[in-house]
């Protein structure tokens, strides 16, 4: 490996985030994290992202000492609170959030937030920019984030930007409501290689771009498209992100989780575990599932004191007002069902409204009979398959909504619910505490070959070497029949910084897995 082929990763959060009025960090949670610290090896040099606080020079002091000792090191963007309140709050999770995961009438729609976003994202940019030499391959992750290698591009940088959107991308009828419809559609395009969590994904952007745009052209290249709108031309592709199989197999097997799994199923003696976890949001479906285990109780009265709900909360977005509204309506439904049901030495749903250690999470995957992971809608849903891998018993049945891009890959051992659908989720929720033993072990071993084989370094691995395809691609395609990707960059000078362009080969502790 070439030591000037550095990977720098661009993220809306670090891998750690500072804690509020004290000069500490924290852990960042959260899916897209879960995924990528796994991944780091010696070709990433750098991880650009906000430290989740505004500039005191203590923090800066602080993270750049921890940085030292990293495997890469952290260059942070620090936003004030009122970039924050229109790019992160406003426009990334008002709008962009809700309206991906198809909810256009939870968007607010708000200039002054679309225009933080786009400072935002320059300021992320002038980030990348000082860190960046000329033949890094630069990664942007997610949707807080779109517009960075416009903003890139129009510095005169022509290394290879790839993206990953972690989240659904919509159908044409719900993105066209978005004002800033074109300019996103644009600034993507400005990517070399638009990468989505599922074919379906995909096929929305092609089908969006299609709609909004002009002049757009679709050629198949291999895995992945060519997709050109006039002046602008990237490749896409789907590629479903995955979990560390066997790290989630290797500690599950281990003595502390073994344990920690009993202990768990000694304290719901007789009771069969139905399990949710999920960050407080709206799109998790967390309500409806809560309506659906009462249904299920309504409906099966033998099974009240026979079956417990286990449902873990992780505190998220608390400072937007709707996750509280939904913080307070789980509650509410909670204690109205344990209200109504609970008898002497049985509650029907175990709450914790906290982030749990990761021992103890594996644990609970263990301890589950059924994981029920039930979101409205859901770009991949790591929860499903960190559940599968942690079944080193092939036992355990998972109800998954249909609406979560794991559904593409795990329908071969899944129970596929319709999350709205609350009666049929019962039904299906009983069907899964009664399967006999043996299609619960044919279901389970045939989801967890499927996450072992396509686990998050084969992700990573797929990724970037469509990025290099990508960018071999536009060498070979004649000039005349390319428009440049980049307003004002000419493929020559495009051609000449990818010439004798290599990635670096994944290091040895991600080919070793
Ligand atoms: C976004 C997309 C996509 C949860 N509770 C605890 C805990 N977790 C971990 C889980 C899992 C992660 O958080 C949640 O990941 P998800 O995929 O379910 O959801 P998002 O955060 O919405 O992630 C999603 C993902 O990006 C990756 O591309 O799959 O569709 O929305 O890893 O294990 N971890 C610990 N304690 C908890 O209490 N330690």
């Not at 500072?18 to 879960?34: D, H, K, N, R």
């Not at 004030?80 to 968007?107: D, Q």
């Not at 890959?409 to 043996?438: F, I, K, Q, W, Y």
């Amino acid at each position: 490996m070439k030591a000037e082929h550095r990977l720098i990763v661009v993220s809306n959060r670090l891998p750690i985030t500072a804690v509020e009025t004290t000069p500490q960090f924290q852990p960042s949670s959260g899916g897209l994290i879960s995924a990528l610290v796994p991944l780091r090896d010696d070709s990433w040099a750098c991880w650009v992202g906000s430290a989740g606080a505004p500039y005191e020079p203590k923090l800066a002091e602080l993270l750049d000492e921890w940085s030292s000792t990293q495997p890469c090191s952290f260059a942070p963007v620090f936003l004030t609170a009122a970039e924050r309140a229109s790019f992160y709050l406003g426009f990334s999770n008002g709008v962009i959030w809700p309206l991906f995961h198809g909810l256009p009438s939870r968007c607010q729609f708000e200039t002054t937030y679309w225009e933080g976003y786009c400072n935002a994202n320059k300021k992320f940019a002038d980030a990348v920019e000082q860190v960046c030499r000329p033949d890094d391959f630069i990664w942007v992750h997610d949707y807080h984030l779109m517009m960075v290698a416009q903003g890139l591009r129009s510095r005169g940088l022509s290394n290879p930007i790839a993206y990953f959107q972690h989240i659904p991308f919509p159908s044409p009828d719900i993105f066209e409501t978005l004002p800033w419809r074109n300019e996103v559609l644009r600034a993507l395009l400005c990517f070399n290689l638009v990468g989505f969590q599922t074919v379906r994904d995909r096929c929305n952007f092609v089908a969006c771009l299609r709609r909004c745009l002009s002049q757009v052209r679709v050629r198949p290249m291999g895995e992945t498209l060519l997709v050109r709108a006039g002046e602008h031309c990237a490749h896409t592709g789907a590629y479903p992100i995955g979990v560390d199989y066997e790290e989630f197999a290797r500690d599950a097997a281990g003595p502390t989780i073994s344990s920690g799994s009993r202990a768990i199923q000694n304290q719901f003696p007789d009771t069969q575990i139905v399990l949710g976890i999920d960050r407080l949001d709206y799109t998790k479906g967390i309500p409806e599932r809560l309506i659906a285990f009462e249904k299920l109780l309504i409906a099966r009265p033998e099974l009240r004191g026979r079956v417990n709900m286990v449902q873990i909360v992780v505190p998220s977005r608390e400072e937007i007002p709707e996750y509280n509204q939904l913080r307070l309506r789980i509650e509410t439904l909670i204690s109205k069902i344990n209200g109504q049901y609970s008898k002497p030495g049985w509650v029907p749903i175990h709450y914790f409204y906290r982030a749990i250690s990761r021992n103890e999470l594996i644990a609970f995957y263990r301890a589950a009979h059924v994981a029920l992971v039930t979101p409205l809608k859901d770009g991949m849903n790591l929860v499903a398959k960190e559940f599968c891998a942690s079944r080193i018993d092939n036992r355990g049945v998972l109800v998954l909504s249909e609406f979560a891009g794991a559904a593409e890959e795990l329908r071969c051992g899944a129970l596929l619910v319709n999350p709205h659908d609350t009666e049929t989720v019962a039904r299906v929720v009983d069907l899964a505490l009664s399967m006999d033993e043996s299609e619960e072990c044919t279901r389970m071993k045939s989801m967890r070959s499927q996450i072992r084989a396509h686990d998050v370094f084969h992700w990573y691995r797929s990724f970037r070497a469509a990025t290099e395809e990508s960018v071999l691609t536009m060498e070979e395609t004649p000039i005349r029949s390319l428009p440049s990707p980049v307003p004002g960059v000419s493929h020559v000078r495009l051609r000449r910084a990818f010439a004798g362009f290599q990635f670096p080969a994944p290091g040895p502790g991600v080919e070793g897995r």
